[in-house]
């Protein structure tokens, strides 16, 4: 349900505030692989703050120069190039945004990012095997 039409639909105060506290939570949980990716990459200086800095800006920027990269290039070449060149930039500006929270290198900041879909993956089969829940249940097979 697209949150406007949740908005829409008359829902309570407190299903609003059971989202966002969801949200937070869901933040913080993608927030660990990155920070121990950053503890890695970085010798043990990246803080769980600066993890959740990048978990928070790094979508904001992607989606902001796919969208933007990908309605500017489309009037001038044609869309389906347009996309893959604005998926190509918006990966680098999170990659960026990584290397600017981490203080780090392009490869690092890189490194940071691996990583830390290699720990998400690697925890999620740990949880699913576990508990039998698979984040995101879409992507797993049931165990």
């Given at each position: 349900?697209?949150?406007?039409?949740?908005?829409?639909?008359?829902?309570?105060?407190?299903?609003?505030?059971?989202?966002?506290?969801?949200?937070?939570?869901?933040?913080?949980?993608?927030?660990?692989?990155?920070?121990?990716?950053?503890?890695?990459?970085?010798?043990?200086?990246?803080?769980?703050?600066e993890a959740m800095l990048a978990t928070l800006f790094g979508p904001?920027?992607?989606?902001?120069?796919?969208?933007?990269?990908?309605?500017?290039?489309?009037?001038?070449?044609?869309?389906?190039?347009?996309?893959?060149?604005?998926?190509?930039?918006?990966?680098?500006?999170?990659?960026?945004?990584?290397?600017?929270?981490?203080?780090?290198?392009?490869?690092?900041?890189?490194?940071?990012?691996?990583?830390?879909?290699?720990?998400?993956?690697?925890?999620?089969?740990?949880?699913?095997?576990?508990?039998?829940?698979?984040?995101?249940?879409?992507?797993?097979?049931?165990?």
């Open positions: 349900m697209p949150i406007l039409d949740f908005v829409l639909s008359g829902s309570s105060l407190l299903d609003l505030l059971v989202i966002v506290i969801a949200l937070i939570i869901l933040w913080i949980i993608v927030s660990i692989p990155v920070y121990i990716a950053g503890k890695i990459v970085t010798g043990g200086k990246s803080t769980f703050g904001i920027v992607y989606a902001i120069v796919l969208i933007g990269v990908s309605l500017v290039l489309s009037a001038v070449i044609s869309t389906g190039v347009a996309v893959l060149l604005a998926l190509i930039l918006a990966f680098i500006a999170w990659i960026a945004v990584y290397k600017s929270t981490f203080r780090t290198g392009w490869l690092g900041a890189l490194a940071i990012a691996i990583l830390a879909a290699i720990i998400f993956l690697i925890v999620s089969v740990i949880i699913a095997v576990l508990f039998g829940v698979t984040i995101p249940g879409q992507f797993f097979p049931k165990i």
